[in-house]
């Protein structure tokens, strides 16, 4: 039941052509079961494992995820800091380069068009990620917003893109390298070579959407050579470490982030959600909090953060019995009262029992009881701290 509950929960049915990751070849051979996901065929979990055992797998070893259907850009240019600074509150000077920091794409009332990873390669030189589902609306909001600016050169492209997730990451890929990875925090980025991939230059990034520690290695797969050896790499990694490493699909890397407490775009995030309801207001560093920061949405940000005036906040939200969904509505202890409603839930296979992330009345506070409407009953839940499993990120 729960494989069928997670599988319809988050891919849709769509018939539509979908595009294949390079490390497509992989899953089928490994018996992933493939499912249409942001216009890609991606594995939700394969044939020899279950989806909790994946997530536990991944919590005490080392899970491989092809997030190859993500979007890569590049910025470069004197005015790729100014566009950047402008569709994002980032505070690029405050980024070392060769380091990354997670933020959000901004529509003019300070709602988030997506989240993404931005990564400092120079001073005029960035690289981002963005969410495989947001593709077309991301590109065309981006090109948009930099027609106002001259020097400054946007570009996509694909490749092959692997988190390396679990705590015995750096174990594993520390075989394939001779730089040393125990230098590489959380955050920090690098170019090296690996081993089996030909010479070819990868971009490592200490990160991951997970809350264990590991690694997100972008690989060159523009040719059919290069495409070979990512495949290679993948199956080397499986096949030479078996009781360490096991591919992991998408059901695990949902319930792994929600336990972490990580938004997913359409969930919690979204066009008419701004980054202070979403409990994000980390993103938005001092240095832009003055009325002089003109990035977008940045009156209406900048007041909810001044007067706090915003009346919901993303939160977590803990129960027994059926797991709350998408959608269901929350009420007061006494069910009398509406008081929000579920973006994403699963039952957790580290904690036991349910975890969901909800916006609610910011009135409601942390340990208070709850009702949710699931399956046409209200049943009890408590607002609980996010996040539920604490992160092991590696930092110095």
């Known amino acids: 039941m729960l494989r069928s509950t997670i599988t319809r929960r988050l891919y849709g049915t769509s018939q539509n052509v979908l595009k294949k990751t390079p490390l497509y070849e992989a899953h089928v051979e ?40 993500m979007l890569q ?17 980032i505070d690029l000077s405050l980024l070392p380069i060769n380091s990354s920091s997670l933020s959000v794409l901004l529509n003019d009332q300070g709602g988030v068009i997506d989240d993404c990873i931005i990564t400092k390669h120079g001073d005029n030189d960035f690289y981002m990620v963005t969410n495989a589902g947001c593709r077309e609306k991301d590109v065309n909001f ?36 001779n730089e040393d990875l125990s230098k590489i925090y959380f955050g920090q980025t690098k170019f090296l070579t690996l081993s089996p991939l030909g ?14 520690d590991g690694f997100e290695l972008s690989i060159p797969s523009s040719s059919a050579e290069e495409t070979k050896n990512s495949l290679s790499f993948f199956n080397t990694l499986i096949h030479e470490y078996p009781d360490l490493v096991k591919p992991i699909g998408l059901a695990a890397r949902d319930s792994l982030r929600l336990e972490a407490g990580m938004c997913l775009y359409g969930h919690e995030l979204a066009e008419d959600i701004t980054p202070i309801e979403a409990s994000l207001a980390w ?114």
């Open 142 to 177: 981006i090109k948009s917003e930099a027609e106002n600016f001259n020097d400054l050169k946007h570009n996509t492209f694909e490749s092959a893109l692997l988190a390396i997730q679990g705590p015995k990451s750096q174990q594993v890929l520390q075989n394939f390298t």
């Open 283 to 396: 993103l938005i560093p001092k240095t832009r909090r003055s009325e002089d920061s003109k990035f977008n949405g940045s009156s209406i940000i900048l007041d909810q953060i001044k007067n706090k005036s915003t009346t919901r906040r993303r939160i977590g939200v803990s129960s027994k019995g059926p797991s709350p969904r998408e959608g269901n509505k929350i009420f007061n202890e006494t069910g009398s009262e509406e008081i929000g409603y579920i973006t994403s839930g699963s039952p957790s296979p580290t904690l036991g029992g349910n975890v969901a992330q909800a916006y609610i009345d910011k009135k409601h506070k942390i340990g208070s009881n709850i009702k949710i409407e699931i399956r046409g009953k209200k049943r009890d839940g408590i607002i609980q701290k996010l996040p539920f499993v604490p992160s092991k990120l590696y930092k110095p």
């Open 73 to 89: 850009h590049k910025f470069s240019g004197k005015d790729s800091i100014a566009l950047l600074q402008k569709i994002t509150p």
């Open 199 to 212: 010479g070819a230059q990868i971009h490592l990034a200490r990160s991951g959407y997970t809350g264990e």
């Open 30 to 69: 490994l018996g992933g079961k493939m499912v249409p996901y942001a216009g890609f065929e991606m594995p939700v979990l394969y044939n020899s494992q279950s989806h909790i055992d994946s997530h536990n797998w991944v919590r005490s070893k080392v899970g491989l995820f092809d997030v190859s259907h």
